[in-house]
């Protein structure tokens, strides 16, 4: 997580790219016809097959915050596996809490 620091210099070195995407990604998971739970559970199983650290834990606690529970997030990483086999299921361990 200590390299999102580094995304004010990225966005610093392409301002207008990088307001753009902030900009994209805020509407795209804003509330809508999909509530934001289940996008963020969406954004969780996305996250789960690209194997992103950065977008897992965001996204994880987004969902958190938008009300979904440990149980869904456990159903979310089998979609997510049905989808991209057991690598998903090994950073599904990511998502229970200890």
Do not use: W
Request: hydrophobic share 50%.
């Amino acid at each position: 997580m200590n390299n999102l620091k580094q995304l004010g210099a990225l966005g610093k070195n392409a301002e207008k790219a990088m307001k753009a995407f902030q900009a994209f990604d805020s509407i795209a998971l804003e509330e809508g016809a999909i509530p934001v739970k289940y996008k963020e559970l969406m954004a969780v199983a996305v996250a789960l097959t690209t194997q992103c650290p950065y977008c897992l834990e965001i996204h994880k606690k987004n969902a958190i915050t938008a009300g979904a529970t440990q149980e869904e997030l456990a159903e979310t990483t089998f979609i997510a596996a049905a989808l991209r086999a057991g690598a998903a299921v090994v950073h599904g361990t990511h998502l229970m809490e200890k």
